[in-house]
């Protein structure tokens, strides 16, 4: 029997093992700089030669992109899932916007429900930052704008999403929550002019699933996500359906 010898890992290795699994978990962001070569080495306890050489490791892997006297940067695009162009194709098509609906029903009612299960004391108090945050804007009629609410709105359910601990979860939000961010905008004037109690009813559907995440009662914060994605559904598309009608009705008229 051929034994091969046991030979000890460079120290860089493990720093590159320890940089990759901070940003699996969305510790670190795409875009986002690292600290200082000094500071770093210092919060890992190593030398810097073997920092920088990590870091040469995580660039030539792609993860992370040095700038000459600009620093070290978790690589823009990584885990992006969808190209720009396919980006302006999907929200400019109504189908587009219906099948990202289909997409969150879906996809947030997991995060939801994992995060119930699994949600730190950190993840909580980050998600109620954001709770308050959006209710801010629900509070401020007329003074917060379309953009501000939906920012807020997007910013929430990422949080839901970092406190459901699977990174296949949080990484597919992350890469598409420019993408989220716009529709929840669109969506929000389309909402408020189709139906007059559709502010209160946002308001009360985010109150429960917060409560339904931070209580850890994940069966029902699975439901609470899913009530909330088919109330937005229905209403626009009854948005939808009112705009046919008054461009068929339109059309007579010309006749």
Same mark, same amino acid.
């Given at each position: 029997?051929?034994?091969?010898?046991?030979?000890?890992?460079?120290?860089?290795?493990?720093?590159?093992?320890?940089?990759?699994?901070?940003? +699996?978990?969305?510790?670190?962001?795409?875009?986002? &700089?690292?600290? !200082?070569?000094?500071?770093? !080495?210092?919060? $890992?306890?190593?030398?810097?030669?073997? +920092?920088?050489?990590?870091?040469?490791?995580?660039?030539?892997?792609?993860?992370?992109?040095?700038?000459?006297?600009?620093? #070290? $940067?978790?690589?823009?695009?990584?885990?992006?899932?969808?190209?720009?162009?396919?980006?302006? +194709?999907?929200?400019?098509?109504?189908?587009? @916007?219906?099948?990202?609906?289909? $997409?969150?029903?879906? +996809?947030?009612?997991?995060?939801?429900?994992?995060?119930?299960?699994?949600?730190? !004391?950190?993840?909580?108090?980050?998600?109620?930052?954001?709770?308050?945050?959006?209710?801010?804007?629900?509070? @401020?009629?007329?003074?917060?704008?379309?953009?501000?609410?939906?920012?807020?709105? !997007? #910013?929430?359910?990422?949080?839901?999403?970092?406190? /459901?601990? #699977?990174?296949?979860?949080?990484?597919?939000?992350?890469?598409?929550?420019?993408?989220?961010?716009?529709?929840?905008?669109? #969506?929000?004037?389309?909402?408020?002019?189709? &139906?007059?109690?559709?502010?209160?009813?946002?308001?009360?559907?985010?109150?429960?699933?917060? @409560?339904?995440?931070?209580?850890?009662?994940?069966?029902?914060?699975?439901?609470?996500? /899913?009530?909330?994605?088919?109330?937005? @559904?229905?209403?626009?598309?009854?948005?939808?359906?009112?705009?046919?009608?008054?461009?068929?009705?339109?059309?007579?008229?010309?006749?």
């Amino acid at each position: 029997m051929s034994i091969n010898q046991v030979r000890p890992r460079r120290l860089s290795d493990e720093i590159v093992e320890r940089l990759e699994g901070m940003i +699996l978990e969305g510790t670190l962001h795409p875009a986002e &700089r690292l600290p !200082a070569e000094r500071v770093l !080495a210092e919060q $890992f306890g190593v030398s810097r030669p073997s +920092l920088r050489e990590a870091i040469q490791k995580l660039v030539a892997k792609g993860m992370l992109v040095s700038r000459q006297g600009g620093g #070290n $940067f978790v690589c823009e695009n990584l885990g992006s899932s969808f190209s720009d162009p396919l980006l302006q +194709l999907l929200e400019g098509n109504p189908d587009g @916007q219906r099948d990202l609906l289909e $997409f969150r029903h879906t +996809l947030e009612a997991s995060c939801a429900f994992y995060a119930a299960q699994r949600a730190t !004391a950190v993840d909580r108090q980050r998600l109620g930052e954001a709770f308050e945050a959006l209710l801010a804007c629900y509070e @401020q009629v007329g003074v917060a704008s379309r953009e501000e609410e939906g920012v807020a709105d !997007a #910013n929430f359910h990422l949080a839901i999403a970092e406190a /459901s601990h #699977n990174a296949v979860l949080l990484h597919t939000i992350r890469a598409l929550f420019g993408m989220l961010r716009r529709s929840m905008v669109v #969506n929000i004037g389309g909402l408020y002019a189709q &139906r007059t109690e559709t502010r209160d009813m946002l308001i009360a559907q985010h109150r429960e699933l917060y @409560q339904a995440i931070v209580e850890g009662r994940a069966e029902d914060a699975r439901q609470s996500s /899913s009530r909330h994605i088919t109330y937005v @559904q229905e209403v626009l598309e009854e948005a939808r359906q009112e705009v046919q009608r008054t461009e068929r009705a339109q059309r007579r008229n010309h006749l």
